[in-house]
């Protein structure tokens, strides 16, 4: 997808099984897979894949996306790290 300011994204569209809108018909959604210049097309098959697994077991992908969040104390090391030389 081309959005009118010129990003390019990779997106998956779909519908998640038992899932409606206010009308009643089927949610569907686009799912969001990365910047076209930052992830590859083999790593967006594979994101697309495991989105579509997801939303057929009637799991939403958009609010069950398995992220690694660092503790503090890896931050912070991160930070001194990055700052020690100044």
């Known amino acids: 997808m081309v959005d009118p300011f010129g990003a390019r994204r ?14 009643g018909k089927p949610l569907g959604a ?8 930052v992830v590859t097309l083999n790593e967006v098959r594979d994101r697309a894949l ?3 697994r997801l939303a057929t077991q009637g799991i939403n992908p958009r609010y069950n996306v398995r992220q690694e969040i660092p503790c503090f104390e890896e931050i912070t ?3 001194h790290i990055e700052r020690s030389p100044t």
């Not at 990779?10 to 099984?17: A, F, L, S």
């Not at 686009?30 to 210049?37: N, Y």
């Open 77 to 79: 090391r991160q930070v």
């Open 50 to 52: 495991e989105y579509r």
């Open 10 to 23: 990779w997106i998956e569209r779909g519908t998640v099984k038992g899932q409606r809108n206010r009308e």
């Open 30 to 37: 686009d799912f969001g897979l990365g910047g076209a210049d």
